[in-house]
């Protein structure tokens, strides 16, 4: 077994008097592909915000390869091997493709030429092509492999996509899937929000499951799909 890279123990989160998040633990495992799922509003994002510190969180403490994150900003985080997509792309819009991915390969600062592993980023998301293109020339499959290529661009140990593929045809959906199967394949761990059962299922060695803002299922896929409180709370049978 590898070492555990994420520990995330009693991670709560409020708004207001609203309980979006009730102490939820997950450890994940270096190179581990973990699939997150649940119906809309189980707190899914907001726990990849409270993990990648967009959110502060509560209650609960994070780690990652042992460094404590709790207080951290996100860029912090960032550079200790954190990296999570947005549900939303969030390119700047007023810089290139080549551009947005060499703001973070700079951010990472370990490379020799930054255009160039910039590049390197964008072909493993097949984008090269499209390095001198405006954010805004891009459709909904490019804007979300540009995403991936920022994500990338900082050699993460953990990636967090938090619905990659939401809105994209099937062909569009195994490409991405491909993608993060060869990101893995280098090393990273990735957790996989996914609404498309078919992805999560096909990526996915461990499975999550979130209800109204409470873990309830954490296992091999197969097991965790079959429990009977899976199929009444998620697959609404
Ligand atoms: P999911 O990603 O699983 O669909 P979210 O984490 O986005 O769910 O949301 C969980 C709950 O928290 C929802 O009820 C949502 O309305 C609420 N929520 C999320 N973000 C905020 C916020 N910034 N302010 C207030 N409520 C929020
Ligand atoms: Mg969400």
Not at 42 to 49: A, D, L, R
Not at 129 to 147: F, W
Not at 175 to 198: K, P, S, V, W
Request: charged fraction near 25%; hydrophobic fraction near 50%; proline fraction near 4%.
């Amino acid at each position: 077994m590898s070492e555990v890279l994420l520990k995330a123990e009693g991670v709560g989160k409020r708004f207001g008097g609203f309980v979006a998040l009730h102490q939820v633990d997950i450890e994940l495992r270096a190179g581990e592909r973990l699939g997150l799922i649940g119906p809309n509003g189980s707190g899914k994002s907001t726990f990849v915000n409270c993990i990648s510190g967009d959110f502060a969180a509560h209650d609960g403490k994070v780690t990652l390869g042992g460094a404590v994150l709790d207080g951290l900003k996100p860029h912090r985080r960032a550079r200790l091997g954190l990296a999570r997509t947005f549900q939303l792309p969030q390119p700047f819009g007023s810089l290139s493709v080549l551009e947005n991915v060499r703001v973070p390969v700079l951010f990472a600062g370990q490379a020799p030429s930054a255009t160039a592993r910039a590049l390197e980023c964008l072909e493993q998301v097949e984008l090269a092509g499209k390095a001198d293109c405006l954010p805004k020339e891009l459709t909904q499959v490019e804007l979300r492999r540009l995403e991936l290529a920022r994500a990338i661009a900082l050699n993460p140990k953990l990636l967090i996509a938090d619905e990659a593929m939401a809105g994209l045809s099937n062909a569009e959906v195994d490409q991405i899937i491909a993608l993060l199967f060869r990101l893995n394949a280098a090393g990273t761990a990735i957790i996989m929000i996914e609404h498309i059962m078919r992805a999560v299922t096909a990526f996915a060695e461990r499975l999550v499951v979130f209800v109204a803002g409470r873990k309830i299922a954490d296992g091999p896929p197969r097991a965790v799909l079959a429990l009977r409180d899976v199929e009444d709370a998620y697959l609404g049978r």
